[in-house]
């Protein structure tokens, strides 16, 4: 069993829809980190959160400790939000900044 | 700010040959994180740096190894160069211990 688990691994919404994405993670963290990635490879840091909640624009994140769960929630999606989206924890037993990552969210948004 | 730079972008070699890739973090960055990412195994954590020092390793050979420079630039080499090692190639800078990632574009490394 993966340390961190995403679903759903595809999702297709139309745009304006409201998009959840979640991961589980099996290990004690100090912290989880969303991830997008667009086609090219470059990825960009969107959250790095070890409780409670944060939002940015029309992104919000949330974890659960006690669960061992996030979401990723995109509120009226549109289609530039089309992209690979990866949920990573560092493992709070782990000295230093090692991150293990889920295996990503394929999420295209059709206009 | 200018942001996380690897070089180069693009590379091809052949099978049994050497490799290096470098990775200028952003300005008062001390801690470079490498990773590897393949269609099959995904984002693998490769090695971290720390002012100089190797503070972390994940489980690949020892045919891939890296250092810091005292200017936190970074670099990765991997030797005798396998088709397996076909991959993009990604790395982090963070301002120390526990803080938000920035990635480079990668490096997209084709073995043949």
């Known amino acids: 069993k993966n340390e961190v688990e995403q679903s759903p691994q595809n999702l297709t919404a139309q745009e304006g829809e409201f998009i959840t994405i979640n991961c589980s993670y099996s290990?004690?963290?100090?912290?989880l980190h969303w991830l997008q990635q667009h086609p090219g490879g470059g990825i960009v840091s969107l959250f790095m959160?070890?409780?409670g909640k944060k939002k940015h624009g029309r992104l919000i994140a949330t974890i659960n400790i006690q669960e061992k769960h996030s979401s990723l929630h995109i509120t009226a999606s549109h289609p530039r939000d089309s992209a690979v989206y990866i949920c990573?924890?560092?493992?709070?037993?782990?000295?230093?900044?090692?991150?293990?990552f889920g295996a990503g969210t394929i999420l295209r948004v059709k206009s | 700010k200018a942001g996380v730079t690897q070089t180069p972008r693009y590379l091809i070699k052949t099978r049994g040959q050497q490799v290096t890739l470098s990775c200028s973090p952003i300005?008062?960055?001390?801690?470079v994180s490498w990773y590897q990412q393949t269609p099959g195994q995904g984002l693998q954590f490769l090695f971290e740096?720390?002012?100089?020092?190797?503070?972390n390793k994940g489980n690949f050979p020892g045919r891939f190894s890296g250092r810091q420079f005292s200017n936190s630039r970074s670099e990765m080499n991997v030797s005798t160069l396998e088709l397996g090692d076909s991959a993009l190639y990604l790395c982090?800078?963070?301002?120390?211990?526990?803080?938000?990632?920035?990635f480079g574009q990668g490096t997209r490394l084709t073995v043949v």
């Open positions: 982090a800078s963070r301002p120390g211990q526990n803080t938000e990632a920035f």
């Open positions: 290990v004690g963290i100090s912290a």
């Open positions: 959160l070890s409780s």
């Open positions: 990573a924890v560092m493992d709070r037993l782990e000295y230093g900044n090692k991150l293990v």
């Open positions: 300005s008062g960055h001390r801690s």
């Open positions: 740096y720390f002012s100089e020092t190797q503070r």
